[in-house]
């Protein structure tokens, strides 16, 4: 069982920039892959970015590539978004969830992911 917090949401202006992270306690997060999901109003949630148990491997959707960068400290048990160039189309409520399967591939389904945030909300005004 692990438990995640996420935390870093708020108000900025587009262009601004924002940084996520994601707290957990429990099991060590380095036995896990973590993602970033995203849920706006009126719309299903969404796939980010997601980082492997090492950190080694990355993936993100076509959306947020070269503006949003996933990292991860194990040793603090915390995964990161840092996200840059914010577009209102960013505005959503930001999740993180661990995936305890080993995979060949980082999955971008939100159904294989076992724990999940509470999430915190990104708004971004223009």
């Known amino acids: 069982q692990v438990q995640l917090v996420e935390s870093g949401g708020g108000l900025v202006q587009a262009g601004g920039s924002l940084r996520l992270s994601c707290a957990a306690s429990?099991?060590?997060?380095?036995?896990?892959?973590v993602g970033w999901f995203r849920q706006a109003p009126g719309k299903e949630r969404e796939f980010v970015a997601a980082?492997?148990?090492?950190?080694?491997?990355?993936d993100y959707v076509d959306s947020v590539k070269g503006r949003f960068t996933i990292s991860r400290d194990n040793a603090k048990n915390t995964v990161y978004l840092q996200m840059s160039s914010l577009t209102p189309e960013d505005t959503a409520v930001y999740y993180c969830?661990?995936?305890?399967?080993?995979?060949?591939?980082?999955?971008?389904?939100?159904?294989?992911?076992?724990?999940w945030g509470q999430g915190t909300q990104v708004t971004v005004s223009s």
């Open positions: 969830a661990a995936d305890r399967r080993l995979r060949l591939v980082l999955s971008r389904m939100a159904g294989e992911y076992d724990y």
């Open positions: 429990g099991r060590t997060f380095g036995t896990y892959a």
């Open positions: 980082i492997s148990r090492s950190g080694g491997s990355t």
